[in-house]
């Protein structure tokens, strides 16, 4: 992983001189403004082994000059977690709960700093949104950052009065996922959520100027957009008319990741 935890806990393994194994490791936005992205770093130079999600993580690694024997492809845990429950979230009656039909729905989701703490840019984003909810009702599990901005500005007014724009509690793991593979598209800021859309393949519009997920954008269903309005609108028209090639499931995420981790575990300690 790559939050504050993740590499707080590899400060205390390395000192105490236990093995440390970085799961979801070489993954790089090249933001050095992301809070996660120094977490990422660091934690990677502190591991002895490094399990990637994706092609590109490896490179990453191997441009830092991180010898191979300590860096695996394995594909992506998270996705054998959603593939594991996705039986389970179908049962989900989030749908009937919110007066919605497959297909029909955008889900929203944001909490990043740089989207939800400037005024401008979360002001840009209500711009497109106001005119995507006019057409397409917008399901938005509200973060609490992004609900304590909104309520102490007056765009969570202007929120408000957007009739297709509607403001729930964060939603549980499976009714979450039940929305996401019953939505038209979804729109993120969420760097979890463009792999999870990528493996329902959903169409994806993720409001950031980059990702440290590639794949999802190179054969996955995700889109980097940014969030300048008119490029926002353009994507989600260029969606909604279903433009744009047939989407792909990336190289070993086939639910099985975690066995492959497994497996070399027992090989090398």
């Not at 939050?3 to 390395?14: E, H, K, P, R, Y």
């Not at 590109?56 to 959603?82: H, K, Y």
């Not at 919605?100 to 840009?124: K, M, Q």
Request: hydrophobic content about 40%; overall charge negative.
């Amino acid at each position: 992983g790559d939050v504050n935890s993740t590499i707080a806990c590899g400060l205390v393994a390395v000192k105490l001189g236990v093995t440390l194994i970085h799961v979801e490791a070489g993954l790089r936005s090249n933001d050095r403004t992301m809070p996660e992205e120094i977490n990422r770093v660091l934690t990677d130079a502190i591991s002895d082994l490094l399990f990637c999600t994706e092609q590109g993580a490896v490179r990453n690694l191997r441009d830092q000059g991180v010898p191979d024997d300590r860096v695996f492809f394995v594909g992506n845990v998270m996705i054998d977690t959603l593939l594991k429950n996705r039986a389970k979230a179908e049962e989900s009656d989030i749908l009937d709960q919110l007066g919605l039909s497959a297909g029909a729905y955008a889900v929203l989701t944001l909490h990043r700093p740089a989207n939800v703490d400037d005024p401008a840019v979360l002001g840009r984003i209500l711009d497109a949104l106001e005119v995507i909810q006019k057409e397409l009702p917008i399901v938005f599990p509200i973060h609490p950052r992004t609900r304590k901005n909104l309520a102490a500005s007056p765009l969570g007014e202007r929120a408000e009065r957007m009739a297709g724009l509607r403001l729930i509690d964060p939603a549980g793991y499976l009714d979450f996922l039940k929305l996401m593979s019953s939505a038209k598209l979804v729109m993120t800021d969420s760097g979890g959520i463009q792999e999870e859309t990528t493996i329902l393949k959903v169409p994806c519009l993720t409001l950031r100027k980059g990702t440290e997920r590639p794949i999802t954008a190179e054969v996955g269903s995700n889109r980097i957009v940014g969030t300048d309005t008119q490029k926002i609108l353009a994507a989600y028209n260029q969606t909604v008319e279903g433009t744009g090639p047939e989407p792909q499931v990336p190289p070993l995420w086939d639910g099985k990741a975690a066995e492959r981790i497994a497996t070399i575990l027992v090989e090398k300690l």
